[in-house]
């Protein structure tokens, strides 16, 4: 499959990265994961990505703080950035707006519907 698109899964849930990396495998992607905020700007310092799904909740870097220093690097100003957590309330939702996510999603979210969004999102 030529030019396929790379997405960067940043969860500190092996079971979650398991999931997620699985079902974006099965519809055709590549997948980079990466434990927290830091592991992803180590992965993101490799390779380029197309799109970065991230936990919220993260010890020792943030789904927040990674959305901030991602945002800050000429080449993922254009990255979507797609927040998939458990938290749920509006003022976390109202950060990660602020830092640059795209969007966000509450887990547990079905495959079709992270499919749906994540081809929305770099068609």
Do not use: F
């Amino acid at each position: 499959m030529m030019n396929r698109k790379t997405i960067l899964v940043v969860d500190d849930s092996a079971v979650m990265r398991h999931l997620n990396s699985a079902v974006l495998q099965q519809a055709g992607y590549a997948v980079l994961l990466a434990e927290d905020g830091s592991a992803a700007l180590e992965q993101v310092n490799k390779a380029a990505v197309d799109l970065v799904l991230t936990d919220w909740t993260m010890i020792p870097m943030d789904g927040g703080e990674l959305t901030r220093q991602l945002r800050q690097r000429p080449d993922c100003l254009q990255v979507p950035i797609l927040v998939l957590s458990t938290v749920s309330n509006d003022a976390s939702k109202s950060e990660a707006r602020k830092a640059g996510a795209t969007g966000w999603l509450c887990k547990p979210i079905e495959s079709e519907t992270l499919l749906a969004v994540v081809g929305s999102l770099i068609a």
